[in-house]
């Protein structure tokens, strides 16, 4: 009868347990949901930040070649009828080389910059496990 009593008791402390348990391991369902859904946030908004900027750029880079080419024929009409008119064209031709060279490398910067998606979600998941460290 002892031994009956000792493991009925062990019973009913594992039966009081498990709703705390059941509500621990709910609340961390709970908690992983929400990181998640706010990874999901950041990732849609980098991914319209990008979209936003890739569209910019393309129209940018469009007019800046449009209004480059208008330039050079508008000098090339002005030095058309002298003898530097070789010279012109051929200046002219150093410039946009130089000016492609600038543009990549600006690129090649911009594409090895570092992006700053998850950071919150990361600074988060800091804090959590900050608080649950501390008794």
């Not at 009925?8 to 949901?33: K, N």
């Not at 990874?39 to 393309?58: M, Y």
């Not at 090339?76 to 000016?99: E, G, K, N, P």
């Amino acid at each position: 009868m002892a031994g009956d009593s000792a493991h009925s008791s062990a019973t009913m402390a594992d039966a009081g347990l498990m709703p705390h348990v059941r509500q621990l391991g709910a609340s961390l369902l709970d908690h992983v949901a929400l990181r998640m859904e706010l990874l999901s946030i950041e990732f849609q908004e980098e991914k319209a930040r990008i979209t936003r900027l890739v569209i910019g750029a393309a129209l940018a880079v469009a007019l800046m070649i449009v209004s480059l080419v208008l330039i050079a024929i508008a000098i090339l009409a002005v030095y058309w009828d002298t003898s530097s008119r070789t010279t012109v064209a051929a200046a002219l031709a150093a410039v946009f080389a130089c000016l492609t060279a600038g543009a990549g490398a600006f690129a090649w910067v911009q594409f090895d910059r570092a992006s700053a998606l998850f950071t919150s979600s990361a600074r988060e998941l800091r804090r959590d496990a900050a608080s649950l460290s501390e008794p």
